[in-house]
């Protein structure tokens, strides 16, 4: 697998990275390594923290400051910009539904653009969360991302049970990941105490991508009962996904990672159309609520009622931020010129076969089975068949040593960045590698295995 080969693929893979801001190595104020210059880009594989900056939405965010500027407050409803690319602010985030729907696969009705991610699966939750008999308990997985476990702890507790109500999976021992067998079982042995199932569609940690339709047809064959919840912070923008095909009952996801909307940018939230087609003022399940949630046509009435919107929309609280959602609306753009998730997924599956063939290529490499952590190397975490992930890689660097400065993550970590390869480093052992199909290229790739090898390299003489 050589430099040849990796440019040889970047010629069947279009890459969208001149629609991007790349940072450069004078940009992250990293003293250019010997051949490089302060201009020079970056090897951005940091789409599954942060993604980058669509050139676009610096002049979506300028034509709001300037229509806040000439109109003020008239803004809402007489914008200064009339045409497609600019909406009146009291409707800012209804042409983001279009836009979105097909990224997740659901219908406009079905999608609300709205808060931020642990906010929204917060509300979706007390919505949700009807414990009823012996349905008290709540499934999802042990490693879990914090935020996770302490809307569920909370969760639980505030309908006055304890903790254990929440029933955790972990991997078996020897392995890195859940396998679906090991979920299958779980949900079967608790199917009678089970009000809910909640995974990620992603796990932050690993890169594992569950099998969404799969895990939610289970559970409603055992029973209709129990709600079927997803976090999907890792998995839009970064796998095709089809909510309302496969019956998924709520999700809610943030923007700000494959979608490239911005740090804290403004989240989503999908809720099956099952839930608010029948959302009649007088007989609808109360959730949490505000003015944005209500009937647009009586909203600025002021009315002491509330009639919700018969869509997803009427889980919406507050009015959503202006410059949040020109941000959403720029990058989810780029997505419909690339040619739409299902096409972008293609080139990522082959980006991350690519770094794995790479990666297991490594002198350094260490058998997912091995139990050796006394060898110079790492292991992929990951499951290495590319359909069980997404855009993301996640190697774990042995032998660990409690001394920062000596650990071996620590020091690739370390190397790495000095060579302008932005990555993310989960302690104590762990890099995670995302190249993702909009502004990654092969030869990005090929590169960042040299260095990896290279440090290890260095490591091994003692010269690191």
């Known amino acids: 697998m050589t430099l040849a080969k990796a440019q040889e693929l970047d010629t069947q893979f279009p890459t969208y990275r001149e629609e991007f801001e790349i940072p450069t190595f004078g940009s992250l104020g990293i003293t250019s390594p010997e051949g490089k210059a302060s201009t020079d880009q970056s ?9 980058l900056l669509p050139k676009s939405t610096r002049k979506y965010l300028q034509d709001e400051l300037n229509a806040w500027g000439a109109r003020g407050v008239e803004s809402h409803f007489n914008h200064p910009f009339n045409d497609e690319d600019h909406t009146p602010w009291v409707d800012i985030d209804l042409p983001l539904l279009p836009l979105f729907a097909p990224i997740v696969g659901a219908k406009e009705s079905e999608i609300a653009i ?18 009823k008999g012996t349905r008290s308990k709540i499934l999802f997985e042990k490693g879990a ?3 996770d476990f302490y809307a569920l702890l909370n969760l639980v507790e505030m309908n006055g049970f304890d903790s254990s109500s929440l029933i955790q999976l972990s991997p078996k021992a020897g392995s890195t990941y859940l396998e679906m067998d090991d979920i299958f079982e779980a949900i079967q042995n608790h199917a009678d105490e089970l009000a809910m199932v909640m995974f990620p569609g992603i796990q932050y940690y690993t890169g594992q991508l569950f099998d969404i339709p799969a895990i939610t047809r289970f559970v409603k064959n055992l029973s209709s009962d129990i709600i079927v919840g997803w976090d999907l912070a890792h998995a839009v923008g970064n796998v095709p996904l089809q909510l309302h095909e ?20 403004i989240a989503g939230i999908f809720v099956h159309e099952k839930y ?15 003015w944005w949630g209500n009937n647009s046509q009586d909203r600025f009435k002021m009315l002491e009622k509330f009639d919700p919107i018969k869509s997803a929309l009427s889980y919406r609280q507050s009015n959503p931020s202006v410059l949040d959602c020109v941000c959403v609306r720029s990058s989810l753009k780029l997505f419909a010129k690339a040619g739409g998730i299902n096409t972008l997924r293609l ?14 290529k490594s002198p350094y490499y260490i058998d997912q089975e091995s139990t050796d952590k006394s060898r110079l190397g790492f292991q992929i975490l990951t499951p290495l068949v590319p359909e069980q992930r997404g855009a993301q890689l996640s190697l774990l660097f042995v032998p660990h040593n409690d001394e920062p400065s000596k650990n071996v993550m620590e020091k ?53």
Not at 43 to 51: E, I
Not at 347 to 360: A, D, G, V
Not at 446 to 458: F, K, P, S
């Open 412 to 464: 690739v970590f370390g190397y790495l960045h000095s060579h302008g390869v932005i990555c993310d480093e989960r302690r104590p052992d762990v890099i995670r590698l995302a190249p993702t199909p909009l502004y990654n290229t092969f030869t990005e790739v090929w590169q960042a295995v040299e260095l990896v090898d290279n440090a290890l390299g260095l490591i091994k003489k003692g010269n690191l």
């Open 276 to 290: 608010t087609l029948d959302n009649d003022h007088s007989k609808y399940v109360p959730r949490l609520a505000g």
């Open 347 to 360: 080139k990522s599956i082959e980006l991350t076969s690519f770094l794995q063939e790479l990666l297991t």
């Open 43 to 51: 090897t951005y594989l940091c789409g599954n923290s942060l993604g």
């Open 246 to 265: 496969w019956n998924v009952d709520f999700a809610a996801w943030c923007n700000y990672k494959y979608v490239n909307s911005g740090p804290g940018a």
């Open 114 to 131: 709205m808060g931020s991610l642990t906010a929204n699966l917060n509300a979706l939750l007390i919505h949700f969360y009807k414990p």
């Open 145 to 147: 991302f914090p935020s």
